[in-house]
């Protein structure tokens, strides 16, 4: 469930990046980064965060893994006396009917399937160098540019060599 929803966050982020969204004021003023100055794409806007804003990323993912965060309205550790993936705190909504219950987990592990395999798709187009969202060229229809000339760009592959 833990995969799901960490996928879940990386298709949102990836749909905030395309769709131009950008946070107010600097993502690190020490280095004078702003949110207005993070690129595009995927890999080039996970680049562009500095180490120190990686290392605060994975200080608050520890601090969810281990309970130090834990609040009524946070996420708390996972203890041995919960089901798998309820991390939630106190304040959070549970559910005492067993049907409906299953019911919301399946959707939640159908919608983080769902968002595991998008957020794959867009990191693949983006390393094949199309657009992340519309590999196809967008909403103007138009092809993207051939990024592999079919002629010559396996003609070096040790099973195509001339024996």
């Given at each position: 469930i833990k995969h799901g929803r960490a996928a879940m966050l990386g298709f949102l982020h990836v749909i905030h990046l395309e769709a131009g969204v950008r946070f107010p004021g600097y993502l690190s003023g020490s280095a004078g980064?702003?949110?207005t100055d993070m690129?595009?794409?995927?890999?080039?806007?996970?680049e562009a965060v500095p180490?120190?804003?990686w290392l605060q990323i994975l200080a608050v993912a520890l601090?969810?893994?281990?309970?130090?965060a834990g609040r009524a309205f946070s996420v708390v550790k996972q203890t041995d006396d919960r089901e798998p993936g309820d991390i939630g705190g106190e304040g959070w909504v549970r559910y005492d009917d067993?049907?409906?219950?299953?019911?919301?987990?399946n959707v939640e592990r159908q919608n983080g399937r769902a968002a595991m395999m998008g957020i794959?798709?867009?990191?693949a187009h983006e390393i094949l160098g199309v657009d992340a969202l519309?590999?196809?060229?967008?909403?103007?229809?138009?092809?993207?540019?051939?990024?592999?000339?079919?002629?010559t760009s396996?003609?070096?592959f040790p099973s195509f060599a001339a024996v």
């Open positions: 980064l702003k949110f690129p595009k794409g995927c890999f080039a806007s996970l180490a120190l804003g601090a969810c893994e281990t309970g130090y067993p049907g409906e219950k299953a019911y919301k987990l794959t798709g867009c990191l519309y590999p196809t060229g967008g909403f103007g229809g138009e092809a993207p540019p051939e990024i592999i000339d079919m002629y396996f003609a070096n």
